[in-house]
């Protein structure tokens, strides 16, 4: 478990709203590996992005982490500010706090669902890649003739025109057209795709250990789709860097991540290998997602399956498995006395159910 | 660019002749003219020449050809710098404009600044701690500055100043400086009195900025590109400032353009009609009461004037301020 670079345990995350809380995120436990892609799927309002925001400490108010923690394998890099490996708890920090300045675009990176509305109106894509670069990224300044160059290499942040080199590269490396006078372009000159791609290169330009891609592919047509996600792949190839690809769409998430990671109501509910989760899901739940999923060759006639009844009311979540009321093999007198844990039943393969439970 | 700003340009001419015309034209829709309520004044007073004088007069100024001729003679005189005579006064309007803009304009300028530089940090303060304590007084001040009319503020201030704290702080020098030359202590002087008027402006005036300025500053808040810029490691000043605000802060430079520019004239008449205070606008409302068409008329071009080049700025600025705003 060396190369863990997310740890996140049993995760807390209440909004205090006018009519009551909500547990937006009710004890999830997610670890994510270096170089990994991790699909974190779920239905709307599952806790998928408010997960994400609690990596960066940035929960939107009124929401607050209530307890749990976020631990971060942090690395020493060439290039990076901080200079020994060290293990930090995200939720600790002070949100505003030097440190978490750091890991917030320099190690682990962000792209959003609305490409449209992610870039600041009156900055050019090169402003918004040169902001990052400023802020994160650091050039060797090595001095002639020294010997022990290599021990004592200081840093220097960027200069601008080194920054604009940067942000051309970057952007020719994101598949932008003309990247010398694209860098120049306002938000509004760019359409949808060409934002999303201007995004990523504002969150890869500064080499993070981490992608957290938020529905990045939500708002776009499915050919832009798939241009934005052989980007992503192509360039995490290169950047040996983890992902966490968060959707609703289990088409895209099979194609990108090597293991899912399954949300309901603030739970992780089962997580394996892509292959395993497809082929063989444990958790009713996601035996029922997959059944959603309309098929091509299925005979036309045939009805869709859907999951049985409603998404629960979040002030009066149902007792013992949330997922009770809805499920096909509620077993009564269990499923809705007795809390499931989260546990493995299989080689890589966890699920909280009591199926699987000797109760 | 060149295209648009001499079609503007263009528009503004038509403007200023139209609104010069039609002003004119109201400001003789009242029975008589400021030579029929002199005539009453005289023989009330019982001088028998009266009659005689007053057709003199009207004879000097004009008043009895027909209403074209009236306003293009005026009209013209005007491009020439000629801005009529004031009957009140019996002085040229631009002798008597002259000697009250510098005045107007420092204390317009003082108005500007003063709202401007409290207005806007509370706004933002406002907004980035809603429903703080410190919103709440901010939104409670600023609904009350803009319910209350400025010039009972400024009665409720003289009443305090004057009869409790027995201050003289009626117009902008105290007697002795009135017709002094400059010098430190009139400066010093004037800072003294300026207060009063900058007081009651950054209560009236800073009311709706601070509530525009507020809720704009919200709406960005919740914008994606706020999140994203936090996402990218930036500190929570440079999020606010730099982006959300930077943003946020666009509709105002209209506002700035529509109303400061033309608040020379018009801004604050009521409010210095209560301080006595120096500046155009009493005299611009006193000309209108007293059908002393010449100086009225000149106040009203020169305040379509204003507003025109204000409304021009703006537009321009906030091109400048926003790619997305073309001219064309």
Same mark, same amino acid.
């Given at each position: 478990m060396n190369d863990v670079l997310i740890d996140v345990k049993d995760l807390h995350v209440e909004f205090d709203v006018r009519a009551g809380i909500v547990k937006a995120v009710d004890g999830l436990d997610l670890t994510i590996r270096r170089g990994q892609t991790v699909g974190v799927i779920g239905e709307s309002g599952c806790g998928k992005s408010v997960t994400a925001r609690a990596i960066l400490r940035m929960v939107p108010k009124p929401g607050k982490v209530t307890s749990g923690q976020v631990m971060y394998y942090r690395k020493a890099k060439k290039g990076k500010k901080h200079l020994k490996d060290e293990v930090l708890d995200?939720?600790?920090? +002070? +949100?505003?706090?030097e440190i978490i300045r750091q890991i917030r675009g320099g190690e682990i990176g962000m792209i959003f669902q609305e490409p449209m509305s992610s870039l600041t109106p009156v900055y050019t894509a090169g402003t918004h890649i040169n902001e990052a670069l400023s802020l994160h990224r650091l050039i060797p300044l090595q001095k002639v003739g020294d010997q022990m160059a290599e021990a004592i290499t200081t840093y220097r942040t960027v200069t601008k025109d080194e920054a604009r080199e940067i942000a051309i590269d970057m952007l020719r490396k994101v598949g932008i057209p003309k990247p010398t006078e694209r860098v120049d372009s306002y938000p509004h000159q760019l359409s949808g795709g060409q934002r999303q791609r201007v995004m990523i290169a504002i969150a890869l330009s500064c080499e993070p250990e981490m992608l957290i891609a938020d529905e990045p592919t939500t708002a776009l047509d499915v050919s832009i789709e798939a241009q934005i996600l052989d980007v992503m792949r192509d360039l995490q190839r290169t950047a040996n860097m983890a992902i966490m690809f968060i959707t609703h769409n289990l088409g895209v998430v099979a194609e990108m991540a090597e293991e899912m990671v399954v949300m309901y109501m603030g739970k992780q509910v089962e997580r394996a290998k892509t292959v395993d989760l497809f082929y063989d899901p444990k958790h009713p739940y996601t035996q029922a997602l997959l059944k959603s999923i309309p098929k091509v060759g299925k005979r036309s006639n045939e009805r869709l399956a859907t999951i049985e009844g409603m998404v629960p009311d979040p002030f009066h979540l149902p007792t013992g498995c949330v997922f009770h009321p809805r499920c096909p093999m509620f077993m009564p007198g269990k499923c809705d006395k007795i809390t499931p844990t989260y546990k493995q039943i299989g080689e890589n393969h966890w699920a909280s159910c009591l199926l699987y439970e000797d109760v | 660019m060149v295209n648009y700003l001499l079609r503007r340009l263009g528009y503004a001419i038509i403007m200023v002749v139209l609104v010069s015309f039609v002003s004119f034209v109201i400001i003789k829709l009242p029975p008589g003219d400021f030579l029929t309520q002199k005539l009453a004044q005289l023989q009330a007073r019982g001088d028998r020449s009266a009659e005689n004088q007053i057709a003199e007069y009207r004879a000097k100024y004009g008043l009895d050809r027909p209403f074209m001729v009236q306003y293009t003679t005026w009209a013209v005189n005007f491009l020439k710098g000629d801005f009529g005579e004031s009957f009140e006064y019996e002085r040229p309007v631009k002798d008597l404009l002259g000697q009250r803009l510098g005045m107007t304009v420092i204390l317009a300028l003082a108005t500007l600044i003063i709202t401007w530089v409290i207005a806007i940090p509370l706004g933002v303060y406002s907004a980035i701690k809603q429903y703080s304590l410190g919103d709440q007084v901010i939104t409670t001040i600023s609904f009350i500055g803009l319910g209350m009319p400025g010039f009972l503020l400024a009665l409720l201030i003289l009443y305090v100043a004057i009869i409790i704290l027995n201050q003289d702080v009626l117009g902008l020098f105290s007697k002795e400086y009135v017709d002094a030359p400059w010098s430190f202590g009139r400066v010093i002087d004037l800072l003294k009195h300026l207060w009063i008027p900058a007081l009651i402006s950054a209560v009236t005036g800073t009311g709706g900025l601070i509530r525009i300025m507020r809720g704009n500053l919200l709406e960005t808040l919740g914008q994606p590109f706020v999140e994203a810029a936090r996402a990218r490691g930036l500190k929570n000043s440079q999020v606010i400032w730099k982006h959300a605000v930077r943003i946020a802060i666009n509709p105002l430079i209209v506002i700035l353009g529509s109303e400061a520019l033309p608040g020379i004239i018009g801004g604050g008449a009521l409010v210095s009609i209560v301080l006595n205070l120096p500046t155009i606008g009493p005299l611009f409302v006193d000309s209108l009461r007293k059908l002393d068409m010449y100086m009225a008329g000149t106040c009203i071009v020169f305040f379509t004037i204003l507003l025109l080049v204000g409304n021009l700025l703006s537009d321009l600025l906030l091109a400048w301020a926003d790619p997305r705003i073309r001219l064309d």
């Open positions: 995200i939720t600790q920090l +002070p +949100p505003d706090g | -």
